[in-house]
């Protein structure tokens, strides 16, 4: 597996969840995230990537909705609510570092 993270075949369907524990502490509050994400998938604009926190919040942050229009892969994308650039307009693949396309409210 990469060093950060699980490797995972998603199977085809209409949604898959994929839990990665953190080591945040109950009660904090999130004001910036940063997520490094390889995916290989042959048509990008079919993906909605969200983070979801857990119970009882269970707040979405989407960071990745539809984008790159036929193109495939995210290839060590970051997502960094301080990036300068998101990924609107942009063609895939994807490297490199975007805004997710949700702001995150503290």
Same mark, same amino acid.
Do not use: C, K, W
């Given at each position: 597996?990469? /060093?950060?993270? $699980? !490797?995972?075949? =998603?199977? +085809? ?6 839990? =990665?524990?953190?080591?945040? /502490?109950?009660?904090?509050? *999130?004001? &910036? @995230?940063? *997520? ?5 998938? /042959?048509?990008?604009? &079919? !993906? +909605? @990537?969200? #983070? ?6 269970? +707040?979405? =942050?989407? !960071?990745?909705?539809? +984008? ?5 892969? #995210?290839?060590?994308? *970051? ?5 300068? @650039?998101? #990924? =609107?307009?942009?063609?895939? $693949? ?5 805004? $997710? &396309?949700?702001?995150? *409210?503290?």
């Amino acid at each position: 597996p990469p /060093p950060n993270g $699980p !490797l995972v075949n =998603v199977p +085809r369907m209409n949604a898959f969840a994929l839990n =990665v524990p953190t080591n945040l /502490p109950s009660g904090q509050v *999130v004001g &910036d @995230i940063l *997520v490094d994400l390889t995916l290989t998938h /042959p048509r990008l604009q &079919d !993906l +909605r @990537i969200e #983070l979801e926190a857990p119970a009882p919040d269970g +707040r979405r =942050v989407v !960071l990745f909705d539809r +984008r790159g229009g036929t193109g495939d892969n #995210l290839n060590n994308t *970051v997502f960094d609510t301080n990036a300068g @650039i998101g #990924l =609107v307009n942009q063609s895939a $693949p994807f490297s490199g570092v975007y805004r $997710p &396309d949700d702001t995150v *409210v503290a």
